[in-house]
């Protein structure tokens, strides 16, 4: 391995690289400006090459400097992070949740008092939304993520397999008796998945089809509410949608079942797979979802069931 600069000109490289002022990084590391200036050229003598231009009141990187910079800045962010990981792993007994709205409130929120029981160590902090969390960034310990295949660096463990199914209120389910009667209806599409419906549509054999009306929400939450209050027809994500507040508000218009393409995953980085936090969230989750996994909703209600009524 070639010899590597002293830690400590490192250092004061990257305090002066990062704050542009010889003054500052001596306030820093607690010596002069003139200790400063002297350490930094001796780091240049030893490289070879200028890393700063010195200007009249001010100092610049030059190419060769920014270029260096980059290396050894995200070593020190690396080191940075590597500690408070380490701090985390002794003393945090705190396990920091990313999850899918519709997730969330179908299946941890109603189980946090069994979670609790089971693990009164563990505390949890569940961060709902759409947006996926960045493992090198965001100060999260586990996600669970809506996937169609496992993602790359990261360990992921299937949980439920889910697949859509038309829903709508009882009221609507004697209007269609098919995936073709879609076209006459309004449909609910969920913003953060544009493109569930059109998926569904072509899987059932009706690709293209275009109806009557559309209506946009945000959330799937959103989408059964609306489509409870009978303002049109939504997918909803079976099995999850049985164990829902709007379950016994929304029947199956028709039997017409189309494979599912995705599935709920519990992701987390590979380094946290032995803490106990995390194997004890997993183990817990998983075996909620096998639960869920077993439960097949209510019977069709078309529209020759209700011509019959």
């Given at each position: 391995?070639?010899?590597?600069?002293?830690?400590?000109?490192?250092?004061t490289?990257?305090?002066?690289?990062?704050?542009?002022?010889?003054?500052?990084?001596?306030?820093?590391?607690?010596?002069?400006?003139?200790?400063?200036?002297?350490?930094?050229?001796?780091?240049?003598?030893?490289?070879?090459?200028?890393?700063?231009?010195?200007?009249?009141?001010?100092?610049?990187?030059?190419?060769?400097?920014?270029?260096?910079?980059?290396?050894?800045?995200?070593?020190?962010?690396?080191?940075?992070?590597?500690?408070?990981?380490?701090?985390?792993?002794?003393t945090?007994?705190?396990?920091?949740?990313?999850?899918?709205?519709?997730?969330?409130s179908?299946?941890?929120?109603?189980?946090?008092?069994?979670?609790?029981?089971?693990?009164?160590?563990?505390?949890?902090?569940?961060?709902?939304?759409?947006?996926?969390?960045?493992?090198?960034?965001?100060?999260?310990?586990v996600?669970?993520?809506?996937?169609?295949?496992?993602?790359?660096?990261?360990?992921?463990?299937?949980?439920?397999?889910?697949?859509?199914?038309?829903l709508?209120?009882?009221?609507?389910?004697g209007?269609?008796?098919?995936?073709s009667?879609?076209?006459?209806?309004?449909?609910?599409?969920?913003?953060?998945?544009?493109?569930?419906?059109?998926?569904?549509?072509?899987?059932?054999?009706?690709?293209?089809?275009?109806?009557?009306g559309?209506?946009?929400?945000?959330?799937?939450?959103?989408?059964?509410?609306?489509?409870?209050?009978?303002h049109g027809?939504?997918?909803?994500?079976?099995?999850?949608?049985w164990?829902?507040?709007?379950?016994?508000?929304?029947v199956?218009?028709?039997?017409?079942?189309v494979?599912?393409?995705?599935?709920?995953?519990l992701?987390h980085?590979?380094?946290?797979?032995?803490?106990?936090?995390?194997?004890?969230?997993?183990?817990?989750?998983?075996?909620?979802?096998?639960?869920?996994?077993?439960?097949?909703?209510?019977?069709?209600?078309?529209?020759?069931?209700r011509?019959?009524?």
């Open positions: 391995m070639d010899k590597l600069p002293s830690p400590a000109a490192l250092r490289f990257h305090l002066a690289a990062l704050t542009l002022s010889f003054r500052r990084t001596a306030e820093a590391l607690g010596v002069t400006p003139s200790a400063v200036s002297h350490q930094i050229r001796a780091l240049e003598r030893e490289l070879g090459t200028p890393l700063f231009r010195r200007l009249t009141r001010a100092i610049e990187l030059t190419p060769e400097g920014e270029f260096y910079w980059s290396f050894i800045r995200r070593g020190f962010e690396t080191m940075a992070e590597g500690t408070a990981r380490l701090r985390e792993r002794e945090d007994n705190v396990l920091r949740v990313s999850a899918l709205p519709f997730f969330t179908v299946c941890l929120i109603p189980r946090l008092s069994a979670f609790h029981k089971a693990y009164p160590g563990i505390e949890l902090v569940i961060e709902t939304s759409n947006r996926l969390a960045d493992f090198s960034r965001d100060p999260v310990d996600a669970v993520r809506n996937l169609r295949k496992p993602e790359q660096g990261l360990v992921s463990k299937k949980l439920l397999d889910i697949r859509g199914e038309v709508c209120a009882p009221e609507l389910a209007e269609i008796s098919g995936p009667g879609l076209a006459e209806q309004t449909l609910i599409h969920v913003a953060p998945r544009p493109d569930a419906w059109a998926n569904w549509l072509k899987a059932a054999g009706v690709p293209g089809l275009r109806p009557a559309e209506l946009w929400v945000d959330t799937v939450p959103a989408a059964l509410q609306a489509a409870a209050e009978g027809f939504a997918l909803g994500m079976a099995p999850l949608i164990i829902s507040d709007l379950a016994p508000r929304l199956r218009p028709f039997e017409k079942k494979p599912g393409d995705s599935s709920y995953y992701v980085r590979p380094e946290d797979a032995a803490r106990p936090k995390i194997r004890a969230f997993t183990a817990w989750i998983s075996g909620e979802m096998k639960a869920v996994s077993r439960l097949r909703g209510p019977q069709t209600q078309s529209r020759s069931f011509n019959k009524a």
